[in-house]
């Protein structure tokens, strides 16, 4: 690890919808892997207390019981005060960093919402100029971690599974995190739709990319989509997922047009700022 880091200024990339099992995670993680092969320095955050993402990366279950005995989880990173760089670790993958999370994270909700815990946004800050980007992965659900972390967030991401009745769902999804982001988040950007576990053989999911497109492709962004592919599984199911496998996943053209995508905004966020 070199040492003569320059200061950064991290854009913060959410991943994120209320829906369960339409591959947030793996987005999450193709799209760290993405900006890291990009050359960017990343943190990821695990803001999900089923530890998905933190499980991907490599870490057992065991390991991670021990993290939540060692108050090194996202959850102590909230609730007590020191400082955030000694709950983040060192990931084998070069340049990428994470905050992992597990079940005491699942307190955090009712204790957020007492004001018990710290906002997460406030806690990034500590740590935003050691990183070019911070990516979330959320829990599937809007709850207060959650929405703490679209208070966090610069830019979102939905992945929205290309089912028959996903699109249900995903109205009503766009509907509470537009709300959320009127009164919590005005500038938080979305960086697009992302259309997942799709199947161009079957002629129902050909129709829900076809209706997605049509319902919404005036006001998001809809990237092209990520096939269903058993590498996916395979992958998590060996724990590497994505980091050795992204370079031949399907649909890794897709997440490096988000992982651009999203470096274009931050570009774009800067110049403003400055
Ligand atoms: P979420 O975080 O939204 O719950 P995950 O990323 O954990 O979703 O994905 C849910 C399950 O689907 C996991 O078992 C994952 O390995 C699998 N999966 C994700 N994306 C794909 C894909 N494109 N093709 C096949 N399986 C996938
Ligand atoms: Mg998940």
Do not use: W
């Not at 769902?169 to 799709?198: D, Q």
């Amino acid at each position: 690890e070199r040492r003569t880091d320059r200061p950064r200024h991290a854009t913060v990339v959410m991943c994120g919808s209320a829906k369960g099992g339409v591959s947030k995670t793996t987005s999450a993680l193709c799209i760290a892997y993405c900006l890291l092969a990009q050359g960017s320095k990343v943190l990821l955050i695990d803001c999900d207390s089923q530890g998905s993402a933190t499980v991907h990366l490599g870490y057992s279950p065991t390991q991670m019981d021990q993290m939540e005995v060692e108050r090194r989880t996202l959850y102590y990173a909230l609730a007590d005060d020191r400082p955030l760089a000694d709950y983040i670790i060192q990931t084998p993958e070069p340049r990428l960093d994470l905050l992992p999370a597990f079940m005491s994270l699942a307190d955090a909700d009712v204790e957020l919402a007492l004001g018990k815990l710290a906002p997460l946004r406030q806690r990034i800050g500590e740590v935003r100029n050691q990183y070019d980007f911070i990516v979330l992965d959320t829990a599937p659900n809007l709850g207060a971690v959650t929405v703490s972390a679209l208070e966090a967030s610069d830019l979102l991401l939905v992945p929205c599974q290309t089912e028959a009745l996903a699109l249900v769902g995903l109205r009503n999804v766009l509907h509470s995190l537009e709300n959320l982001r009127r009164r919590r988040n005005p500038g938080l950007r979305m960086l697009g739709i992302l259309p997942t576990l799709f199947s161009a053989r079957l002629t129902q999911d050909q129709a829900t990319l076809e209706d997605l497109r049509r319902g919404y492709g005036d006001r998001y962004r809809i990237f092209d989509p990520i096939p269903r592919a058993t590498v996916f599984a395979q992958a998590a199911a060996s724990g590497v997922i994505p980091l050795a496998a992204v370079k031949n996943i399907p649909g890794r053209a897709v997440f490096e047009e988000i992982a651009a995508a999203a470096r274009a905004a931050a570009k774009e966020m800067k110049a403003h700022v400055a």
